[in-house]
């Protein structure tokens, strides 16, 4: 089993959608999660923490549940530029080295 | 904020040749420095860790001697691809974090063709 194990997609949405992608993860010594978008044939950017208790900003919720060991992230009211691929980072404590699932793609269309 | 710089963004080579891909940090002092490959549709994988001051190591699978990695200073760290071949042409990043627990910026990426 992978240690990061992501849907592909591609999700394929219309403009003013929900959306929302899953991330699981194997090793239970993770401590430190974070979703990271990236556009084609560009660097991953950071695009939010993910903390125990979830976080929220703006149209992104990111979750966290440690006894099923997967993360979550939702896209409220999605827009055009919202298409990309999103990483889930998973990073186990006491290592300084992160583990990146293969990305979600999105397409948000008109 | 801070930003990690990757010079070249593009480079075509002719098989056989070697290609230089230099990664900065350029508003923090990175005593580790990681270089990833991307290949289409594919997650990023892990090649290296690049140490300052002493040698790299490297992930299975990733044959150090055609991957030779330099961290000769505090901020920057280089990836030599010698002798590529058309299977070496990948999408190559670097990365490097402040500190052990923030998070990582990433430089441009690299896209290698080699023809």
């Known amino acids: 089993r992978k240690e990061v194990e992501q849907d592909p997609g591609p999700f394929n949405v219309p403009e003013g959608a929900t959306v929302a992608f899953n991330c699981t993860y194997s090793n239970s010594a993770s401590q430190s999660f974070f979703w990271y978008r990236q556009d084609c044939r560009k660097e991953p950017k950071l695009l939010m923490s993910?903390?125990?208790s979830g976080n929220e900003d703006g149209r992104f919720t990111a979750q966290l549940n440690r006894a099923s060991q997967y993360i979550s992230l939702l896209i409220r009211d999605s827009k055009l530029s919202d298409s990309a691929t999103y990483l889930c980072?998973?990073?186990?404590?006491?290592?300084?080295?992160?583990?990146f699932g293969r990305g979600t793609s999105l397409i948000v269309h008109p | 904020g801070a930003v990690v710089s990757q010079h070249p963004s593009r480079v075509i080579c002719k098989s056989g040749t070697s290609v230089k891909i230099e990664c900065r940090s350029l508003?923090?002092?990175?005593?580790?420095m990681f270089w990833y490959r991307q290949f289409p549709k594919k997650s990023l994988m892990l090649m290296a860790t690049s140490n300052e001051g002493s040698k790299a190591t490297y992930e299975q699978g990733v044959e150090k001697d055609k991957f030779l990695i330099n961290h000769a200073s505090l901020t920057l760290s280089t990836l030599t691809v010698t002798s590529a071949h058309p299977e070496d042409s990948s999408f190559y990043i670097c990365s490097a974090r402040p500190h052990e627990n923030t998070e990582a910026f990433f430089g441009q990426g690299t896209r290698l063709t080699v023809v």
């Open positions: 980072v998973v990073k186990r404590g006491g290592s300084y080295i992160p583990t």
């Open positions: 993910v903390y125990s």
């Open positions: 508003d923090f002092q990175a005593t580790t």
